[in-house]
């Protein structure tokens, strides 16, 4: 009896001992880690802007369809320039810290495509959001220089003085008198600033921001339907490249 019951107990310990790796074998794996599928870290996303509502199709927050394009008659005051193959649009924000990290990648590449790209700029209105009022600010000194034909030389010092020297450039007063250290006539400055020209392009920014749907600044769009943003891209510095893509696609 002694010897069967022991022969039994071995029998018991043997059949555990052989059922636990069919067990660890049956364990679940680890869960992913939040990194891509080359163990890259992800990238920062741009500047994302808020859920808040307006009224409009801006509630809506898919890509721009291809039959959605630009629209071409908002005015943007500028010297006539000569035809060329493909238009970029950058839409922006002066309070934008990617925004400024691409003023200056943008230009270069903007410079490398004079021949067959026209780059136009875009001030971003979220209408209805918090930072509307100083949008709306941003954008009528950015039209007001643009009127003036100083934006080429003035747009990296409008972001160092907003992001760098938090320089508060949302009323005339002040946009006025900082204009006028950089080198601009004041009286001019102030006359652009309050011209019905820089009135109806405010007004018409919103408008193009609503219709091609802008989420994540910068964005640019290219030709009306190819657009690429700091998430597109994986970065600030992989638009630049993504934008040659666009335009020889």
Same mark, same amino acid.
């Given at each position: ?7 039994? +107990?071995?029998?018991?310990? %043997? ?5 636990? *790796? ?24 741009? =500047? ?12 809506? =927050? ?9 629209? #071409? ?8 320039? $000569?035809?060329?193959?493909?238009? %970029? ?23 490398? =495509? !004079? %021949?067959? +790209? ?11 959001? &918090? ?18 034909? /100083? ?9 160092? @003085? ?9 009323? /005339? !007063? ?9 080198? +601009?006539?004041? @009286?001019?400055?102030? $006359? ?8 109806? %392009?405010? /007004?018409? #920014? &919103? ?22 943003? *700091?998430?597109? #891209? ?13 335009? $020889?696609?």
């Amino acid at each position: 009896m002694k010897s069967l019951l022991r022969t039994t +107990v071995l029998l018991a310990v %043997a059949g555990g001992l052989l059922a636990a *790796p069919a067990v660890a074998e049956a364990a679940p794996a680890l869960p992913g880690l939040p990194f891509g599928p080359n163990g890259q870290q992800l990238p920062t996303p741009g =500047h994302q802007l808020p859920a808040v509502r307006p009224t409009g199709p801006t509630q809506q =927050h898919a890509p721009v369809p291809a039959t959605r394009p630009l629209d #071409a008659a908002a005015p943007l005051p500028a010297a006539p320039k $000569a035809q060329r193959a493909h238009e %970029a649009v950058e839409f922006f924000w002066y309070d934008c810290s990617h925004s400024a990290l691409l003023e200056q990648p943008l230009t270069r590449w903007a410079a490398e =495509h !004079q %021949a067959d +790209v026209m780059l136009r700029r875009v001030p971003a209105i979220w209408v209805g959001s &918090p930072d509307e009022a100083e949008q709306r600010a941003h954008a009528r000194l950015f039209y007001a220089l643009d009127r003036l034909g /100083e934006v080429d030389r003035m747009q990296a010092a409008v972001f160092r @003085a907003v992001r760098e020297q938090h320089t508060d450039l949302t009323t /005339e !007063q002040s946009a006025a008198d900082w204009a006028a250290t950089q080198g +601009v006539d004041a @009286a001019k400055f102030r $006359a652009a600033y309050r011209s019905a020209e820089v009135d109806r %392009a405010v /007004e018409d #920014a &919103p408008k193009l921001f609503t219709q091609n749907r802008i989420t994540e600044l910068p964005t640019v769009v290219v030709d009306g339907n190819g657009r690429t943003s *700091p998430t597109r #891209a994986g970065g600030v510095d992989g638009m630049p490249s993504a934008l040659d893509q666009l335009v $020889a696609d």
